[in-house]
């Protein structure tokens, strides 16, 4: 089991350009979470699906922010228009449906999101 | 608006010694609470949890204590071990509701030898 796996690592875009970062979850789960992480604002939920479809979009800024899960082995976050301030560590997480919210959360590395 | 918060920021404890985690929360639908620990560099991991039914849960060196009246956890650490230095993240969420977990900003231990 190869665990949560996201590429790339690490990604800088200019200001302005888009980035698309990848996630595929442990074989089985079917539940995938995205979360951004910062230094000053912590760890917060960004959006997630279950079974592909989405079903909570609460914590995505609307405007850029956009995730897909086309199929049951990837999804993807795409932000357009980066600017500065979504520099961060995005972080993908994945759960088995049974259990529902008290599904233990398996996160993958996580994507390093620089903008200049 | 911080719905969970934690304290201390940061903690430096000696080794052999408890150490005191502590999280509240504002929302009282919160009904599951885990905590994660991220070691530097790493991404986080489920450490323990606690529902709403229980006022405490041990795993070990490791104990939750859940005061429901007043919206309080804390997480103690016996006999702390300097492989235990790390950032310790209190989160909520809510069984019936969306699937999110809501984290608090964590508490970044350190256990010197």
């Known amino acids: 089991n190869a665990g949560v796996i996201q590429t790339p690592r690490h990604k800088v875009t200019g200001k302005g350009q888009e980035a698309t970062l990848w996630c595929e979850p442990i074989s089985g789960h079917s539940a995938v979470f995205w979360y951004r992480q910062t230094i000053v604002q912590g760890l917060e939920f960004l959006t997630y699906f279950r079974n592909q479809a989405p079903i909570d979009d609460s914590g995505m800024p609307k405007e850029r922010f956009s995730a897909q899960m086309p199929n049951q082995s990837h999804s993807t976050l795409k932000i357009q228009s980066t600017q500065p301030q979504d520099s961060a560590v995005y972080l993908c997480?994945?759960?088995?449906?049974?259990?529902?919210?008290?599904?233990?959360?398996?996160f993958g590395p996580g994507t390093r999101l620089t903008v200049l | 608006q911080q719905q969970v918060r934690q304290s201390p920021q940061s903690l430096t404890v000696w080794e052999g010694e408890t150490t005191i985690l502590n999280c509240s929360y504002e929302d009282s639908t919160f009904d599951y609470f885990p905590w994660y620990r991220q070691f530097p560099g790493k991404s986080p991991a489920l450490l323990i949890a606690i529902s709403l039914v229980s006022n405490k849960k041990e795993d070990g060196r490791f104990t939750i204590f859940f005061n429901k009246r007043e919206k309080k956890l804390s997480l103690h650490i016996t006999d702390s071990q300097p492989g235990d230095s790390a950032t310790y993240f209190c989160?909520?969420?809510?069984?019936?509701?969306?699937?999110?977990?809501?984290f608090g900003s964590g508490t970044q231990l350190t256990v010197m030898p």
């Open positions: 989160a909520a969420s809510l069984s019936s509701g969306s699937w999110q977990l809501i």
């Open positions: 997480a994945s759960s088995r449906g049974t259990g529902g919210a008290r599904a233990e959360q398996f």
